[in-house]
């Protein structure tokens, strides 16, 4: 005979004040299987939880029922109270009277009767339920970070200094990734370089640490502490263990008008290149796109010059497997192709208006103009520079309806440049709103405005060149007039957006991405590092718009998640997961497709049948996998697919309570 | 092709010379225009002014007697244009809005039939192609900026034909035609449009602006698709100069007035003769152009 105890608790006031929670006890007395019955101020403290203990003793319980709040809050704790009690923690069921009941609803009469009737389907629930035990899975001790970038090397290094191998890809020649572009950072006006490659070069050097650049992640199998990766290393044309790097090859490549992405196409390089003095490993590779020898079978004079015959033109794409244990996702940003969206500043058909990222190459003191702010069209210093905010950033219309949060800033510290390196210049920002939440950042920002940079407020609705000037057209939103600004150079900050290809390899990885393409956390919240697949972890602006100190707090924040999974020989699993009858199972493989964590596949079985043996196929569930959401057990056509904790049976037995 | 064909107030008044050159071009297009029976005023900015349900209702009529025929509406001017476009997409998209037209105009509308720049029927409709096979008198290099005003081509979820910001059509007409169609920033710039007779000196201002740049870009005239700016381009020309101390001479034509010259109309037949500013200059030069071109082939 089954003994169910049901414990109804008042939360406080909080169901008390709506429920009769003395009279659902009394109430769940009566029901079937039910020995022992009684309501509790708080069932979540230590008290609370004793009396789960007593009563077990006591009445000889061998089931738990807590009628209390959402099973999200304190399911894991009254699970807890009922092992402590000597029950397997399985045989337990729990019923939400407050977010259910007691929270929506005014009759007291009435959420009684339905909070009664809710701990009438638990109970019901609870007869049903077969201890389960808790399985484990073993760990590999390896993590694997995608993209190099300030939030990858961060991650890198701190999984690395926890002790555990990473393997870092990178899919530029060098890692490093935005960061080494810009000029100064914000509020300190660091030079980011200068903090930024000592970080590039720790993380070539550290021991525990693999980088693999100009490479890209092809597939990835398997489920938490059991990743396997394939990493596609695409043909450098040049060997690194041979070359030293002396750079003898730039200097005598024919090809040197190719727009460097470095550069932000603000200046060029060869075809055999390093992206800039300082990359990552620090040795050249071949575009081969541009390069003579590999597009027309002429030139080779890379190879001829080279002292230590590095050079391969014959060099192959590889592909290389790796096993590990979780994956930190660093993929960063790209900036919003403006030119495509905006005709009002000219499609990008004025040279001088230009981006944020190009400007900060103009400042820089290696980029193209060795740090002299010249205009690209005609390299004349300018003197009227007029900055424009929230270029595809607010504005849902032609752009993105979110903030990306690091240009007010950027433009604040680009600002106080100019009017710092060029002599009477004049400085005019267009903005919305000043938004400068961080530490630091009002001050900064107040800085500037004392420098003299006249902020107005409204947005520029025209450029257009006349002459040499261009004539930036908007509106002051506080004096309510239109206004004219006759700039030499226009600097847009365009919205951050997901990098190219972002969701290509979310898809790999296997992990959803929201409606603006961004990584989607597991909560936006409270698990802001995790996606909705265990072991991987999100690091950086591939989660959203970040600044630099957000971005690498997020990447130490996703390398303790990722090395407390390490951390482990083996894990835990939840059993409440699918199960396979396979004696009913079709093997139509519905439920392949329908899963959302592809931890179902077909796995071929030998059975006896009429006196032959005959192999067929039956769906068979990963427990690494599997999260316990149940899409399949809905669609399978032929009832073959249950779910531990929710059985079809157990479900069927709350109905019938309630309906009864 | 046929098509239903709306003129509206200005066709037969101020923009006679629009409606000429139109029914020119659409000959010699082999373009058939059926004129919509006892049409009325789209309401303008009037009506939108005043009452929604009006402003959708008055272009609702003649757009409804185009639809009993099963014909698309050209329609030349682009304040027309716009408010026609305006109630197409509001008739389609809400059925209560479809019932209370319909109801008003006591006529069943269900915007099943599109609404059409003339722009848009002569160049994308009709095929470049073969307009350019039709210009038997090239316009011989002839610098046109292309001003398409603040409705042609806006607001965006309307006028759906051409880029808002930095539209085409007029522009690759032009090319066919065999002139040349300036870059010139201020194509899609408002002239000021009805705030002639309530504030004229802000239409004198802003009319100034369009004709001072596309004189700056080296235009020898502006072609335009819609009455109102030609009105305030064209006759207050004068004025403009007056106030500002400068000559502009700038002869503002109707896109179907250069098409019809380039198909071989007589100027004085498409309406050449109806304009403030001389327009002999652009006969003159265009002609002088063929002519140079047959002495050396």
């Known amino acids: 005979m089954k003994r169910v105890g049901v414990f109804v608790c008042h939360c406080g006031s909080n169901i008390a004040a709506v429920v009769d929670c003395e009279r659902v006890a009394k109430e769940a007395a009566k029901f079937p299987g039910v020995a022992f019955s009684i309501d509790n101020k708080y069932m979540c403290s230590d008290p609370g939880q004793d009396l789960i203990k007593k009563a077990v003793e006591e009445h000889h319980l061998d089931r738990i029922v807590v009628a209390s709040c959402t099973p999200r ?15 397997n923690p399985y045989l337990f069921a729990m019923t939400n009277i407050r977010e259910h009941v007691s929270w929506i609803h005014t009759d007291r009469e009435k959420a009684t009767e339905k909070a009664i009737d809710l701990v009438r389907m638990a109970v019901a629930k609870v007869l049903h339920t077969v201890p389960l035990e808790k399985s484990s899975i073993p760990i590999t001790k390896r993590a694997l970070v995608i993209g190099g970038g300030i939030a990858g090397m961060q991650a890198a290094l701190d999984i690395a200094d926890n002790g555990n191998p990473v393997v870092l890809v990178e899919r530029e020649p060098t890692i490093g990734g935005k960061m080494p572009m810009l000029d100064k950072t914000f509020p300190s006006l660091d030079c980011s370089a200068c903090i930024c490659t000592p970080k590039m070069a720790s993380t070539d050097q550290h021991p525990n640490i693999t980088i693999y650049t100009h490479s890209e992640v092809e597939r990835v199998d398997g489920y938490i502490g059991n990743f396997q990766v394939t990493i596609r290393q695409k043909a450098k044309y040049v060997d690194h263990k041979i070359c030293t790097g002396c750079g003898l090859c730039e200097t005598k490549c024919p090809n040197k008008k ?17 992206a800039f003095p300082q990359a990552v490993p620090n040795k050249p590779i071949i575009d081969a796109a541009n390069c003579r020898k590999l597009t027309k079978d002429k030139c080779g004079v890379c190879a001829k010059v080279c002292p230590t015959g590095a050079i391969k033109y014959d060099d192959q794409d590889e592909l290389i497997t790796i096993d590990v244990g979780a994956i930190v996702m660093a993929t960063g940003y790209d900036l919003f192709p403006w030119k495509e969206a905006y005709g009002e500043y000219g499609y990008g058909k004025y ?15 290696s980029g193209p103009t060795s740090g002299h702010i010249l205009r690209p069209s005609d390299g004349k210093e300018p003197k009227t520079i007029v900055f424009i905010k929230c270029v595809g950033s607010r504005d849902d ?7 990306s949060r690091t240009c007010c800033m950027y433009t604040a510290k680009h600002a106080h440049q100019a009017v710092d390196k060029i002599e009477d210049s004049h400085v005019i920002v267009f903005y919305m709103d000043v938004r400068t939440a961080g530490k630091g950042y009002e001050e900064f920002y107040q800085r500037t405005v004392e420098d003299g940079v006249h902020y107005v407020r409204g947005r520029v609705s025209k450029i257009y060149q006349l002459g040499d000037k261009l004539i930036v057209r908007g509106e002051d939103t506080l004096l309510g007039e239109a206004v004219q600004v006759n700039a030499d150079l226009v600097v847009l900050a365009t919205a951050m957006v997901p990098s190219a290809g972002s969701g290509e390899i979310a898809h790999i990885v296997g992990f959803s991405t929201d409606k603006d393409g961004f990584y989607q956390e597991a909560h936006p919240k409270l698990r802001p590092l995790e996606t909705f697949t265990a072991g991987v972890f999100l690091a950086g602006a591939c989660q959203g718009p970040k600044d630099i100190p957000d971005t690498a707090a997020q990447g130490s924040g996703a390398a303790a998640k990722a090395s407390a999974v390490l951390s482990n020989r083996s894990m835990e699993t939840d059993p409440l997961i699918s199960q396979v009858n396979d004696a009913v199972c079709a093997g139509c493989g519905v439920c392949v497709g329908i899963c959302p964590y592809r931890a179902i596949e077909l796995k071929e079985i030998t059975q006896r049948a009429g006196g032959k043996t005959i192999a067929r196929r039956v769906a068979s569930i990963n427990s690494g996998l599997c999260q316990g959401c149940g899409a399949c057990v809905a669609a399978c056509r032929s009832g073959a697919l249950d779910l531990k904790g929710f059985t079809n049976q157990q479900i069927m037995a709350e109905v019938d309570a309630l309906c009864l | 092709m046929k098509y239903a064909y709306y003129p509206g107030c200005s066709l037969d008044s101020t923009g006679i010379e629009y409606q000429l050159s139109t029914k020119a071009v659409a000959g010699t297009l082999g373009v058939e225009l059926w004129e919509i029976p006892e049409w009325n005023c789209c309401g303008a900015s009037a009506a939108h002014n005043t009452d929604r349900l009006l402003s959708l209702a008055l272009p609702a009529r003649n757009l409804a007697l185009a639809e009993k025929e099963g014909l698309d509406v050209a329609v030349p001017c682009a304040a027309c244009y716009s408010r026609m476009k305006a109630t197409e997409k509001a008739v389609r998209g809400s059925e209560d809005v479809r019932e209370k037209i319909s109801e008003i105009i006591e006529m069943e509308y269900g915007a099943s039939n599109r609404t059409l720049a003339l722009l848009d029927v002569f160049t994308n409709q009709a095929g470049l192609e073969q307009v350019a096979s039709l210009a038997t008198k090239p316009l011989q290099g002839l610098k046109t900026a292309c001003y398409y005003g603040c409705l042609m081509v806006k607001p965006p979820r309307l006028a759906e034909f051409d880029d808002p910001e930095d539209p085409q059509t007029m522009d690759r007409l032009m090319d066919a035609l065999g002139a040349e169609a300036v870059s010139w920033p201020y194509k899609t710039e408002c002239c000021g449009a009805g705030f002639a007779s309530s504030r004229t000196d802000i239409v004198l201002q802003m009319s100034y602006e369009v004709l001072r740049l596309a004189k700056t870009a080296g235009a020898e005239a502006v072609v335009t698709a819609c009455p109102l700016c030609m009105l305030n ?7 403009i100069e007056a106030k500002n101390g400068v000559a502009i001479d700038l002869p503002i034509l109707y896109f179907t007035e250069l098409m019809a010259l380039a198909f071989g109309h007589k100027p004085a037949a498409i309406g050449f003769n109806k304009h403030f500013v001389d327009t002999t200059p652009v006969v003159r030069k265009v002609e002088q152009g063929r002519r140079a071109k047959e002495v050396q082939p």
């Open chain 1, 73 to 87: 809050m304190h399911e894991p704790v009254f699970r807890r109270a009922t092992e402590n009690a000597g029950i």
């Open chain 1, 258 to 274: 190719i727009p460097n992405s470095f550069e932000a196409g603000m200046g060029n390089r060869t075809a055999i290149y390093k």
């Open chain 1, 351 to 365: 040279p001088d208006v230009i981006t944020g990222l190009q400007f900060e190459r103009l400042v820089n003191a």
């Open chain 1, 397 to 403: 219309v032609k752009g993105k309806a979110y903030c």
């Open chain 2, 233 to 239: 381009l064209d006759m207050r020309q004068k004025e």
